[in-house]
């Protein structure tokens, strides 16, 4: 079975701090695809990123790196200094690889105070 | 290059009425796919469609729901005889190619309220 999980729900940073969004998925699947989108509060997703099962270099993008840790079933996702415009909520997704459905998270909310 | 269009963005519906969602993909994209999003929740897989083609339904509810993407024009969504459990956002998304080798592009969802 697929499956994924944000155990945060909500989180709050002030202005500039650091904040890690977790992840932790479950499939028996040997290749798979995992993915992060924000939801901000205008409602549509935009796609951040995609890793590949066979790919386990973690990925930096300005402000944004991802921690993919096959050994803990993880992907976790830390924004760096962050910035109000990053309140939104956060989806992580696994796809497997052969197959045409995506698994969402319930999302963690992420609220940045100025 | 547009993305995916939904329309429309925001419906509402009486119990007992129809609402029917459309979805055009990415221009070349052949490939579509159906989430629902309910309040506070991620969102679940209804159905993926090829054109003319249902390709797996799986994720849509048994009675009231049914999706086509017609040789031509965009895809629909429909829903009958709403009740208010079917308020939701419902997101179409478009690939090139199936997901092992295509990246899924979402639209901006269609949120239905049902009175």
């Known amino acids: 079975a697929q499956k994924v999980t944000q155990a945060q729900t909500e989180i709050s940073v002030v202005e500039k701090e650091d904040v890690t969004l977790d992840c932790v998925y479950e499939t028996r699947d040997t290749t798979y695809y995992l993915f992060w989108y924000k939801q901000p509060p205008s409602g549509e997703l935009v796609f951040l990123i995609r890793r590949n099962s066979f790919d386990e270099q973690n990925e930096i993008s300005g402000r944004y790196s991802w921690n993919f840790q096959k050994s803990t079933s993880s992907f976790n996702f830390t924004i760096t200094a962050s910035q109000v415009v990053d309140s939104a909520v956060y989806f992580c997704a696994l796809s497997a690889y052969t197959g045409n459905q995506f698994y969402f998270g319930t999302g963690t909310s992420l609220t940045v105070i100025p | 290059n547009a993305g995916v269009m939904q329309n429309p963005r925001h419906l509402v519906r009486r119990r007992g009425q129809e609402a029917r969602l459309r979805c055009s993909p990415m221009k070349g994209h052949s490939h579509v796919y159906w989430y629902r999003q309910l309040p506070e929740e991620g969102l679940k897989f209804m159905v993926y469609?090829?054109?003319?083609?249902?390709?797996?339904e799986s994720g849509m509810p048994k009675e009231r729901f049914s999706a086509e993407f017609p040789k031509e024009g965009p895809s629909i969504l429909r829903i009958q005889q709403v009740v208010r459990g079917d308020s939701a956002a419902y997101f179409c998304?478009?690939?090139?190619?199936?997901?092992?080798?295509?990246?899924?592009?979402f639209g901006e969802g269609s949120r239905l309220t049902v009175l």
């Open positions: 469609l090829q054109k003319e083609n249902i390709i797996d």
């Open positions: 998304a478009s690939s090139q190619e199936d997901l092992s080798t295509g990246e899924l592009f």
